[in-house]
C-alpha cells in the first residue's frame, strides 16, 4: 500500500531585508571593558568571547557567551572556578556543529602561549577541553584564523618576539598539521582574515614593523595541493592592522578596520566600501565574527584610545542560500521515500536530514543523513536552475509516524533550516490464514515484563524485536527457526527506560507491529 504525505510549498523570498547599519546594543549583565579578546560563533544562535587584555594591560582570564537574538552576554569560565589561563591575543575561529578553537596568547609581559583548547556547545551544556599533542604551532599572540569548512580551519603567522609566516591547519580528527605551501605572505601579525568560500579564506593587512594593505587567497584542494596567491584587487581600503573579518556568505567578507567597513567580493576581486549611518566606535583590538547573518562586535579602542565595553550588531543584506519550492514524504512498506526540488541555490555545500517520532514530546531529531557522507545530497553551488533530490529512508518501522526536518549548509558551515514534514508509514502486509497466530501482549502497559505468544501452523524463522519510539532497537526477543506449536515468552525489560516501545515480530517472509507501554 502507498501513502503520500504532504507538502508542496511556495517560493520563500529569496532576499532577507538589508539593515546594512552597526546598532549599538544594551546587554546586562555585559563584559567588562577589554582590547585584543576573541570572538567566535559556536551555534546559529549563540557565539563566545574568550579573553582578552584589561585597562590596565593585564591579561583577562574569562569566556563569556553572547545570544544576539536575546541579547545577552553570560560568563561560562572563569580562572576561579575552570582553571582558565589568563591571554590576550587568543585566536579564535568557529569550527562548526557547537564547537570553537582557541590557541596561543599572550599571558604575561613577553610570555606567549601555545596551547590550544576547545569550547563546545551542544543546545544544552558548555564545555571546555584543552587539547593534548606533541605537534602543533609555536607559541604566539596575534595569529590569524579562520575557518576552511566544516571541522577545519586555517592559522597563519602571529608574533613570539618575531614576526611569523607559518601556515598552519587545524582537523577535529587529526588535529594540527603544518603546511609548506610554495608561496604565502610575508610574516606579520594582527592581519584581518576570514573565510570567503568553501575552503578558501581571504587574508588583508597586518603589522610586521609597518602596516600592510596586500590581499591574499588561500585554496584548500586536498592535503597535497594548496595554495597561497597574492591578489590585486580594485579599491583596496589602504594600510591597515588590529581590525578583523567576517565571512558574510555568496563569495563575500566584510571588514572593519580603523579605515572604515568594507567588503571584499571574491567574484568580481573587488573592495568596496559600505555606506551606513553609523559606525561602531571600535577602530582597533576589538573582536568580532558574523553570528547568524548578525556581525557581533565587543570591545576595543576608539579613536581617543579609550577602551571599550561597547556591544555592537550589523546586519549585512545577504540572500537565502535555497529557495525550495517542494519538499514531499512518500511511504512504502518499510521505506519512506523523500524527494524535494529547489528553484535556486546560493554557495549550498549540500543538504542534512534529521528524524524524529511525531505525537512525541520533547521531539528528539537524530541526523540520518548528510551531504558529508553521501553524494547525491551535495549541493549545486551556485545557480539558478531547478534542482531535483531524492533520500530513501530505509529503517523505519510500520504503522509509526515520523518528523522530517531538511536543512541546507552553505559553504562557511552554517546550517538553515528549510522545512519540516510529518510521514505515516504503512500498515504491515496482511497475514495469510494458515501460517500463525500472533496473540495480544500482555499486559499492556507492562512493568519491566510482558509475554509475547503466538502459534506457528508451519515451520518458519521467527525473528522478534523490541525498538524505541525512535525506530532504533532496543531489544532482540527472538531470533530462531521454529516447528508448528504454541509459543509463550517471557520478556524482562529491566535495563529499559519508560516510553513507547513498538514490537516487531517476523514470521517468515511476513510481520506484525505491536505498540507497548512501559511504566515504570
Known amino acids: 500500500m502507498k501513502y503520500r504525505v504532504f507538502i508542496i510549498l511556495g517560493a520563500l523570498p529569496a532576499v532577507l531585508g538589508a539593515v546594512n547599519s552597526w546598532v549599538q546594543q544594551s546587554p546586562s549583565p555585559k563584559p567588562a571593558a577589554r582590547w585584543d579578546a576573541g570572538i567566535a560563533a559556536v551555534t546559529d544562535d549563540y557565539a563566545v568571547m574568550v579573553n582578552g587584555f584589561d585597562s590596565a594591560d593585564r591579561p583577562i582570564a574569562e569566556i563569556w557567551s553572547y545570544q544576539p537574538g536575546g541579547g545577552s552576554w553570560s560568563l561560562l569560565f572563569d580562572a576561579v572556578t575552570h582553571g582558565i589561563t589568563a591571554s590576550g591575543g587568543t585566536a579564535t575561529v568557529s569550527l562548526g556543529s557547537g564547537g570553537v578553537l582557541a590557541f596561543g596568547g599572550e599571558y604575561s609581559s613577553g610570555a606567549y602561549s601555545d596551547s590550544s583548547w576547545v569550547i563546545g556547545f551542544d543546545g544544552i551544556s558548555w564545555s571546555f577541553l584543552r587539547l593534548d599533542g606533541s605537534l602543533h604551532p609555536s607559541a604566539r599572540k596575534g595569529a590569524q584564523v579562520a575557518r576552511l569548512s566544516e571541522g577545519s580551519i586555517l592559522l597563519f603567522g602571529g608574533y613570539n618576539g618575531s614576526y611569523l609566516s607559518d601556515t598552519w591547519r587545524f582537523d577535529t580528527g587529526s588535529g594540527w598539521i603544518q603546511l609548506n605551501p610554495q608561496t ?197 553551488g551556485t545557480t539558478t536552475e531547478a534542482q531535483m533530490y531524492f533520500f530513501a529512508d530505509g529503517s523505519t518501522v510500520p504503522g509509526l509516524a515520523y518528523l522530517y526536518s531538511l536543512s541546507d549548509v552553505d559553504y562557511s558551515g552554517h546550517e538553515t533550516l528549510l522545512e519540516e514534514i510529518e510521514v505515516r508509514t504503512g500498515s504491515e502486509d496482511p497475514v495469510e490464514l494458515g501460517e500463525y497466530t500472533l496473540g495480544s501482549v500482555y499486559p499492556n502497559p507492562f512493568n519491566a515484563t510482558f509475554t509475547l505468544n503466538f502459534t506457528l501452523y508451519d515451520r518458519l524463522e521467527v525473528k522478534s524485536v523490541l525498538y524505541d519510539i525512535q525506530g532504533s532497537p532496543a531489544l532482540e526477543i527472538l531470533n530462531a527457526d521454529l516447528s508448528e506449536g504454541e509459543y509463550r515468552y517471557s520478556v524482562h525489560t529491566e535495563a529499559l527506560s519508560s516510553g513507547v516501545y513498538l514490537l516487531r515480530t517476523v514470521f517468515g517472509n511476513r510481520y506484525q507491529t505491536q505498540k507497548l507501554v512501559l511504566l515504570k
Request: aromatic letters at 10%.
Open 184 to 380: 604565502s605572505p610575508t610574516a606579520r601579525s594582527d592581519a584581518m582574515m576570514a573565510q570567503i568560500g568553501d575552503k578558501k579564506v581571504l587574508l588583508y593587512g597586518g603589522f610586521n614593523g609597518s602596516l600592510k594593505s596586500d590581499t591574499w587567497l588561500f585554496e584548500w584542494r586536498d592535503e597535497t595541493d594548496y595554495s597561497w596567491s597574492s591578489l590585486d584587487p580594485a579599491e583596496a581600503p589602504g594600510p591597515a592592522a588590529n581590525g578583523d573579518m567576517a565571512y558574510v556568505g555568496d563569495g563575500q567578507s566584510m571588514m572593519k578596520t580603523d579605515l572604515g567597513t568594507h567588503k571584499f567580493s571574491l567574484t568580481e576581486t573587488r573592495w568596496s566600501a559600505e555606506v551606513h549611518d553609523m559606525s561602531a566606535s571600535a577602530v582597533w583590538d576589538f573582536a568580532m565574527d558574523n553570528v547568524n547573518g548578525k556581525i557581533l562586535l565587543f570591545g576595543g579602542f576608539d579613536n581617543s584610545e579609550g577602551i571599550l565595553d561597547e556591544t555592537w550588531l550589523y546586519e549585512s543584506d545577504q540572500s537565502l542560500p535555497v529557495t525550495l519550492l517542494s519538499f514531499i514524504g512518500t511511504s512504502q512498506g518499510g521505506r519512506v521515500d523523500l524527494k524535494w526540488e529547489t528553484a535556486a541555490e546560493i554557495e549550498n555545500a549540500g543538504f542534512v536530514i534529521r528524524r524524529a517520532a511525531a505525537g512525541i514530546s520533547p521531539q528528539e531529531w537524530t541526523l540520518i543523513a548528510s551531504y558529508r557522507d553521501i553524494l547525491s545530497l551535495r549541493g549545486r
